[in-house]
Each structure stands twice: as structure tokens, then as C-alpha cells.
């Protein structure tokens, strides 16, 4: 018998803490889960899935008009919020029934309520019962960040568009990531007069700069509006409802709705983790080692609370590497190198491997090749949107070392890419493999 009520206690069950749930007590651990809000966390709660969903539903705007072009007789669409918001809230509210019978197959205790540290083995949970657990992992994800600024409660997060009553028909988007430009090409393509509002002068940083560009250019060229370097000021609200954006310098923008889109810290505040010694970084995120083990010898944690990737499928195998670290006996941590990662932007961006700058940076010479064309699909449809794929290759090993495209369904395409870029194929390897046509994906054997 144990010495503790359960041999894990996760706080957290979204997609990392899910994970090494149920990997752990298939390997034989007592297991309980503390869930505060919702199973499924960020990703299927109220990230990726259900933004991926709207991403689907804007497509249909420029995939209607497209349609005449190849002999449709389509007629002018209308589109209704509701009927969308309401589908997407249905199939997350399907996806968490499906991941709380996951924990339910596998034993694991779930536990709707707040958890907080109260010691290296011990959680106390809203209700006030305290628990025991020989190994806690701390799996609490991020947390959108609200600028400080008068007027800031007017404005939304990424946790609550999903909610809206209405789509606006004026929205200022502040921030220049992922979240920012995804959300920028879902408003536009429902109707709604979008600005994009960034205190810094470029878009996605990390990105490579070639793709971040275009995606810049064929944005302002579908008529979104950005201001660069803008320093916003306060938000007014008027006696209608609607809203001012004030800035240091330059003119106000009128607008339905704020969207705040300026990135995520870690969730850590007030877990307690200082009564068990947790160490955390300047950004509030846990510091831990390779094997995702924190500065107190039996607390852990994995996913975006740790910040070293936040995205989603990092965070599943963190958790499954941790569980078969600890319970399974087997040693393991993840590999970081290579990790693929895209942009559900209107068209989307995906990329793999190093940058041109970060490979000149770090390889010294190398090699560009890229293919800049118009879809074939595009050509039809009347469109002058171009497509851009980039190769970076080691100069002095002919090896692939990065992979950037931007354009129809590039995130699909890269997935399989990225495969030969983690596998060190060369670019000889991609040449003397046989084009599929016609295709957008032959591009990238075809590079010159």
C-alpha cells in the first residue's frame, strides 16, 4: 500500500496533463486529474480546434466566388454567426465528452475543481479536501495577456470570441502572432473591416522573413489594414456600444471590437508552487530539466506552463515522456530539433527546420531555393495570389535544413516534408524524387 492517496495528481487536463494521465495509469499508477473549467484544455476548449473550424467556415466566402468561375451558378450567400458558433461549441462540447471517457477508460479520478500546491506531496482543491500524491504534475497551460491600459476591460481574448453574440462589422486585432493573423483572415472573410494593430514593425516573428513578407502583402492586399509600431493609448467606449482605439500618435480607429492577440504566459499564478520550492523563470514559467522535472524533486511539469513550445502536440509528448519516465521505466525526454509548425493565416504558412537567417547565422553558407507561383486553381479562379515555397540547404552538405512555404494547404504539404527534413535528406534527395502532377506539393522536388 501507498503512503499517498494516489501515486500522480495532475493539475491541468488538457492535452499534456490528458496524456500523461492516461499513459501513466496504463502503467499501473493511481491517477487523479483537477480541472478547474473544462476537459480538453486551450487546444480543444477554446484554441486550435474550434479556430481551425471558423478558419473552415471563412474559406467558403472566397470558395463561393471562386465557384462561378468554374461554371456554378451561385448565388450571393449569406452568412449567419450563429448558425457557426453554435456547430463549432457543439463539436468541442463532443471532443471533451470524448476526452473525459478517455480518463474515464483508463481509471483516472477526475476532479472538477481548482487545485493548488501545498507541499512537494500534498494539493488542497477548492472544496477544502486535501490530498496526497507521491509525483504531482503541474500541467495549468497559458494565459492570454491584457495590456495595461485605460480601457483595456473593453476589449476580448482569444477565450472569449468564440462566444460572441454577433460578428462585428468592425474589429481591431492587437498583436502580430499567429493568434493575431489568424483571427485577421476569419473576421475579413466574414465581412468585417479588420485592422490590425502591432507595436513592433514586423508579423510573426520566428517566421521566416521571405513567407512572414508575402503573407504581409496578399493581407493588405485582400484589404486588411495594419498599423505598425502604433503604440495604443487607452480604449474609449461610446454611449452606442461602440468603440475608439487611441494611440500615442497618429488617428483613432472606430471599431465594434477589440480583440486583445499579444501573447500567452504561462498559468502559474496563484497554484502555490512556492511552498514546495518551485522555481520559476522571469516570464512566471516553471523552470524544469530535460526530463521535465522541476527544482522540487517529486513535482514536474509539462506543455505551455513551461514554455519551452507552446504548441499542442509538444505538449503530448512532454506528457507521454514524462509518464514513461516515471512510471513506465523508461527514461526518455523529447526532441525539439525540427518541430513543424504552422499558421492558419488566410492563405496559411507553415514552416520546418531554420530559417534563411538563422541558417546563414549558424551554418555560414547556404543555399536559397524557392518556387513563386500562382495555384492552379487560382489561375482559374481569376486570383493573383502567388504561392511561395523555400528551401534552405547546408551549403557544404547538401543537407535540407529548412523548409518555409506559404500558399493553398501548405500546412498539409509540410507535414510530410517535414519528415525528410528531420530524417537530414538532402536536396538531391527531394530531385530524384518523381514530381506528383499536377500538384502544388511537386513544387518542392522541382526547386531550383
Not at 547546408?394 to 543537407?399: H, Q, V
Amino acid at each position: 500500500m501507498s503512503d499517498y492517496d494516489f501515486d500522480l495528481f495532475v493539475i491541468g487536463a488538457g492535452s499534456g496533463g490528458v496524456r500523461a494521465s492516461r499513459i501513466a495509469a496504463a502503467h499501473g499508477a493511481k491517477v487523479a486529474v483537477a480541472e478547474e473549467f473544462r476537459v480538453g484544455g486551450t487546444c480543444v476548449i477554446r484554441g486550435c480546434v474550434p479556430k481551425k473550424l471558423l478558419i473552415y467556415g471563412a474559406h467558403f466566402a472566397e470558395d463561393l466566388k471562386d465557384a462561378r468561375r468554374f461554371g456554378w451558378n451561385v448565388p450571393d450567400c449569406g452568412f449567419e454567426w450563429t448558425t457557426l458558433r453554435d456547430n463549432v461549441l457543439s463539436e468541442v462540447d463532443r471532443l471533451e465528452g470524448l476526452y473525459k471517457n478517455t480518463l474515464d477508460n483508463h481509471k483516472v479520478e477526475m476532479i472538477a475543481e481548482r487545485a493548488t500546491v501545498t507541499g512537494p506531496h500534498s494539493v488542497k482543491l477548492a472544496s477544502g479536501r486535501e490530498v496526497s500524491a507521491k509525483t504531482i504534475l503541474i500541467a495549468t497551460g497559458a494565459w492570454p495577456i491584457i495590456p495595461e491600459m485605460e480601457g483595456a476591460e473593453h476589449g476580448i481574448t482569444s477565450n472569449e470570441v468564440f462566444h460572441l453574440d454577433e460578428c462585428p462589422s468592425r474589429i481591431v486585432i492587437v498583436g502580430g502572432g499567429y493568434i493575431a493573423n489568424e483571427f485577421a483572415g476569419i473576421f475579413h472573410q466574414f465581412g468585417a473591416h479588420v485592422t490590425m494593430v502591432n507595436r513592433g514593425g514586423t508579423l510573426l516573428r520566428g517566421y521566416d522573413e521571405t513567407v512572414r513578407d508575402r503573407l504581409l502583402q496578399i493581407s493588405t492586399m485582400k484589404g486588411i489594414n495594419f498599423r505598425f509600431n502604433a503604440k495604443m493609448e487607452k480604449i474609449d467606449k461610446n454611449e452606442d456600444g461602440t468603440l475608439c482605439v487611441r494611440f500615442e500618435s497618429g488617428d483613432p480607429v472606430a471599431a465594434d471590437l477589440v480583440l486583445f492577440a499579444t501573447g500567452r504566459r504561462p498559468h502559474t499564478e496563484g497554484l502555490g508552487l512556492e511552498t514546495a520550492g518551485v522555481e520559476l523563470n522571469d516570464k512566471g514559467a516553471i523552470k524544469v530539466d530535460d526530463y521535465s522535472q522541476s527544482s522540487c524533486e517529486s513535482i514536474y511539469a509539462v506543455g505551455d506552463v513551461t514554455d519551452r513550445l507552446q504548441l499542442t502536440p509538444v505538449a503530448i509528448r512532454e506528457g507521454h515522456a514524462f509518464a514513461d519516465t516515471v512510471f513506465g521505466g523508461n527514461r526518455r525526454k523529447v526532441d525539439y530539433n525540427c518541430v513543424p509548425s504552422a499558421v492558419f493565416s488566410h492563405p496559411p504558412l507553415a514552416g520546418v527546420g531554420m530559417t534563411e537567417a538563422e541558417a546563414r547565422n549558424k551554418l555560414g553558407t547556404v543555399k536559397i531555393y524557392t518556387s513563386d507561383f500562382r495555384p492552379m486553381k487560382n489561375v482559374l479562379a481569376g486570383r493573383d495570389e502567388r504561392a511561395l515555397y523555400k528551401m534552405i540547404v547546408d551549403a557544404t552538405t547538401d543537407r535540407v535544413v529548412g523548409l518555409h512555404m506559404i500558399g493553398p494547404d501548405a500546412p498539409e504539404i509540410l507535414q510530410a516534408a517535414a519528415v525528410a527534413v528531420k530524417a537530414g535528406l538532402t536536396k538531391q534527395d527531394f530531385d530524384d524524387t518523381v514530381a506528383l502532377h499536377p500538384s502544388m506539393a511537386e513544387e518542392l522536388v522541382l526547386l531550383k
